[in-house]
Nanobody
Framework: QVQLVESGGGLVQAGGSLRLSCAAS????????MGWYRQVPGQQRELVAG???????NYADSAKGRFTISRDNAKNTVYLQMNSLRPEDTAVYYC?????????????WGQGTQVTVFS
């Protein structure tokens, strides 16, 4: 199993920046990738950014050019640098890790961290 602990959320003015962190612990022998999702009340959870064990990245259209996902392999931590924040970025942000076991994928989630952008 994998345990994920998130930090870095908070209140920020529109146009400002935040950096989210997610530290993973446990067995990551078969880690496929990690990512950040966000969810607001009444809406489905959506992918913001993802990164594979090989370093390939993927971003939601709304995040491209503003957000950057990165990893520190030595610390087993994934980051989401968010710049030029907008009120519509307000959501609970969740860290996700995908592990393969017996050739099947398993998803693990952090507890979530609130990001609120005000104008």
């Amino acid at each position: 199993q994998v345990q994920l602990v998130e930090s870095g959320g908070g209140l920020v003015q529109a146009g400002g920046s935040l950096r989210l962190s997610c530290a993973a612990s446990g067995s990551i022998l078969n880690l496929y990738g990690m990512g950040w999702y966000r969810q607001v009340p009444g809406q489905q959870r959506e992918l913001v950014a993802g990164i594979t064990s090989g370093g390939s990245t993927n971003y939601a259209d709304s995040a491209k050019g503003r957000f950057t996902i990165s990893r520190d392999n030595a610390k087993n931590t994934v980051y989401l640098q968010m710049n030029s924040l907008r009120p519509e970025d307000t959501a609970v942000y969740y860290c996700n890790a995908v592990i393969t076991w017996d050739q099947r994928p398993y998803s693990y989630w952090g507890q979530g961290t609130q990001v609120t952008v005000f104008s």
